[in-house]
């Protein structure tokens, strides 16, 4: 099989025997995805298109692949073996459905960075502008760019799933796919709810967090990979029972990296998530011991748009101080550990069990 | 039997009793999106979902019915008979399409009015201030919570149409389902890259309306009723030729009536075309002839979001004068006569010709 190696080049890969290694995914989902772009730009109506696809690129550039490497392991871990190029193809297609995510998410924040670069609405404001557009409907027009950039990636995730398997496998996984991807609109709208308004509940917060994240992020890309090789049921809970509290460790470990991450490694400021407004758990945790005068304090920066550095160096101290911090790394490190004793029982192939492990440690342990 | 059609052509008729009523589709369609709605909204995840549905309701009462009449009448263009409940399903979806679409147009558009009611981002900005939010927060709110509500119908459309035809049909209309969703895009996003800077280049106003409206109002809908038949290429050719002239018939008597309707009748404002800056067909022709003067008054009006009553009058008037609004009639018609004529020599049964010919008057003659 021939792929495209990361500076473009083609290169000749040998062809699976019986077992690939489950890990070198981003390579391959990198190649499709760069052909499935450039066949898609080529067909758009004209050379007007091409901030669309530039930033699309752009944003692609970075990224875990977490979602790609989840579904090539489910697939293994329902028995999948020999040539994985569907399962590659419906890998990428998650990919640029969470590319969707992203790009409407940013819009509907008003975040500035993402990745280490400018959000998608953001780069296309610039771009309008490099192309004669007046700098005074550059923001209006970036966030409306950003909005239909999200609705076309939406539809290309669709259109790519479908050039992997078939009529009748396709069939097989759409109730997944639907489930996803309502979870998706749910999640964002529970936390659309629940933004400027930080409350102490940990349960409400975590609610968000399983729809907002944990399932299109773990959960039903892992079952759409065991769904394709047609894996029982056996397999299909196992899958959910190691998804579900790694998904939440995952989102865990972005509410700390959200206040307390290196800016340098994630790719975004590290106060967006209280200018923001989010209502997370560890907002939560923060928030049950806080003195009145503390919760007075966090109340009036969650949400802040207008938020200095001394404001945030308070909050994060009022955050340290009630202890929230290490209770969000205890039930990371529980939720981490329940989907590893999953692994333990769960009747996955040896080596399928050892990717998902090894994406369990990537998944909560990273400072990106 | 045979009969004489319009033209004094004789053409073969299918006995009555097979081949149903074509006009009656609005209330099999309202049937099956309340149905399905009212299913989605109780496997919803909670009673904080209730103002997306809510909305989705308000919108879905007004409306015409366009595409999903264009959808059936497609069906019956390429020889549908019997039942046709699975064709009416298709129809409801691309209903859900368009309500995607018009979502995330008053999004971008900053749109107050739709269908005489409040657009969807102020109906979702209402109901969390009803729900206790705060009411500084309702208008970012209103327009996050709009564009997630647009995100959540585009996939509900998807959902909708994979309840209809099984794997194999809708393998077959997949390719005319993926290019009407980009073409809309990119029409959107031709449309965005416009606004605020009118020119009188009116083959570029036509090149927008091809794409924003005429493909998914009238040429796909139509083609995709068509492909579930699986019409041959005749049909598929036939119905672009009737569909290309009709739907830009049908943009062209928006743009009129976007400057010159009865809000009563449009259920939109007035001046929202002008306020909102599009580029249209009839403001390139009005500048066409306009003296300097008066192009420095329409530039100036056009995009300008504090646009007076009086400014607005003196824009009309400019119009008026140009000759534009009786220009932009005559284009109407001889689009119109452009479908008819096709319909003439179509290979259509009769009474599919003689339901695209009642579509074709009232798109483009009407009010609303």
Redesign the interface.
Known sequence: MTVLDQTGKRRLVPSATALPDPFAVRDEVDAILADFLAK?ARA??GP??TP?FTTLSGLLDGGKRLRAHLCVAGWYAGGGCGDRDLILRVAASLELFHAFALI?DD??DGSDLRRGRPTAHHALAAA?VADG??PH?ATA?G???G??L???V???S??LI?TGPG??A??RI?PLL?TM???L??G???D??S???PCDDVEAAL?IVR?KTASYTVEWPLRIGAALVGAGPGVHSACSEFAIPLGEAFQLRDDLLGVFGDPAKTGKPVDDDIREGKATVLMALALQPASATDRQLLREAV?NPDLTGEDFGRVRDVIERSGAHRQVETMITARRHAALTVLDQAPFPFLAAEALREIAGTATVRQS
């Open positions: 898609r758009a109506p007007e298109m669309l409407h819009v509907m309008y557009g007046p409907r027009h966030q409306a760019a909005l239909l999200g609705d076309l939406l539809t290309l669709d259109d479908h009529a009748e396709m069939w759409r639907e991807r309502s979870q609109v749910y964002q709208y529970l659309l709810l933004t400027g308004r609610r729809y949400g």
